[in-house]
């Protein structure tokens, strides 16, 4: 089964992951704090790794609202609304900047990964 079931319970998660690794104070119910905990996890086997991988697709694919393939600012700005966490323009830009590999002002599904902590879908050659 996976870390939550509806997709706002696990944008809720995905942000209070996201907020913690930015240092900003979030209140978190307990069920959040366990499924955020979960998501940290040194020792998974491949099943749990697949898991996280496919959870991580599932927040993309909501952050990501123009179907792009990429997240923006703006997207993240609204996707972080949706979880009643209110940010400015600039600081969605920078939050975005952090993990932009590309320089192009968004990020891609790898960056999205790793700003997780998930391992990234390995590289097609």
Known sequence: MGLMQGGPELLRVIVG???KQLG???????????????????SL????AAERLEEARKAFELYDADGGGTIDATELM???????????????KEM?????????????????????????PPQAE
């Open 45 to 48: 086997g491949d099943d749990d």
């Open 78 to 92: 609204e996707a972080l609304a949706a979880a009643d966490m209110e940010v400015t323009a600039e600081e969605a």
């Open 24 to 42: 900003w104070r979030t209140v978190r119910t307990k069920q959040e704090v366990q499924a955020e905990a979960s998501l940290g996890e040194d």
């Open 96 to 120: 975005i900047e952090q993990y932009d590999k590309t320089g192009k002002g968004e990020i891609l599904f790898d960056d999205f990964c790793r700003m997780l902590g998930v391992e990234p």
């Open 17 to 19: 992951h996201v907020a």
